[in-house]
Each structure stands twice: as structure tokens, then as C-alpha cells.
């Protein structure tokens, strides 16, 4: 009954901005730990950033400056503010839950994806 959707994707130039949400369903929200992935053409799942049931936060060292992941429990959400998108961040953007309080993000849950292309 876990579910995640993401949402927010889109064709963005280089330079520009976007928000991805994602919106949870099925758990307590606040218990969990939450993460944002990322999976370009051809490579591997890779972790972008991820935020503590305590709010605390940690990114991937490509988008550190860039990106800031941010948690709603009231909205059962959690963000991820993209800014000076680069080429490289064309990717399908995941979101995760854990599969028990207190663990990292990586296994667990997913949602679908929501693309990010971009691109001039």
C-alpha cells in the first residue's frame, strides 16, 4: 500500500530551474527517511540527495550548491529544488522510501519516475 508519486519533470533549459515532488502515501510519512535518485541513459541509479526524519540533509557532490531537498510531513511530501540545471542532470528522477525506520534510502520503495530532460 506504500506509494510514492513524483511529479514535476519537464524539459528545462541549461541553466534553468525546476521542482520535483513527491507525494507519499500508505506509511507515516515523518518516521521515514526519504531520498531523491536519479538514472541517466545507460548508467546506473545513482542517490542526488536524501533527507533525515530529523531533517537533517546530504547530496551527491555533483549537485551540492545546486539542489536542495526539503520535506512537507504535513503534505506527506518531499521536494527537490533544482537549480542551474546542467545537461548532465537529464535523467528519470526517483523518489524512496526505505524499507524500515531509520534506514538509508536505496531499498525499499520507489515511485515511478519523473523525467528531467535538460536541454537547449
Known amino acids: 500500500q506504500v506509494q510514492l508519486v513524483e511529479s514535476g519533470g519537464g524539459l528545462v533549459q541549461p541553466g534553468g530551474s525546476l521542482r520535483l515532488s513527491c507525494v507519499a502515501s500508505?506509511?507515516?510519512?515523518?518516521?521515514?527517511?526519504m531520498g531523491w535518485y536519479r538514472q541517466a541513459p545507460g548508467k546506473q541509479r545513482e542517490l542526488v540527495a536524501g533527507?533525515?526524519?530529523?531533517?537533517?540533509?546530504n547530496y551527491a557532490d555533483s549537485v551540492k550548491g545546486r539542489f536542495t531537498i526539503s520535506r512537507d510531513n504535513g503534505k506527506n511530501t518531499v521536494y527537490l529544488q533544482m537549480n542551474n540545471l546542467k545537461p548532465e542532470g537529464t535523467a528519470v528522477y526517483y523518489c524512496?522510501?526505505?524499507?524500515?525506520?531509520?534506514?538509508?534510502?536505496?531499498?525499499?520503495?520507489w515511485g515511478q519516475g519523473t523525467q528531467v530532460t535538460v536541454s537547449l
Open positions: 500508505g506509511f507515516i510519512f515523518r518516521f521515514y527517511n
Open positions: 533527507i533525515g526524519s530529523d531533517g537533517t540533509t
Open positions: 524512496n522510501r526505505p524499507m524500515t525506520i531509520g534506514a538509508p534510502p536505496g531499498s525499499g520503495y
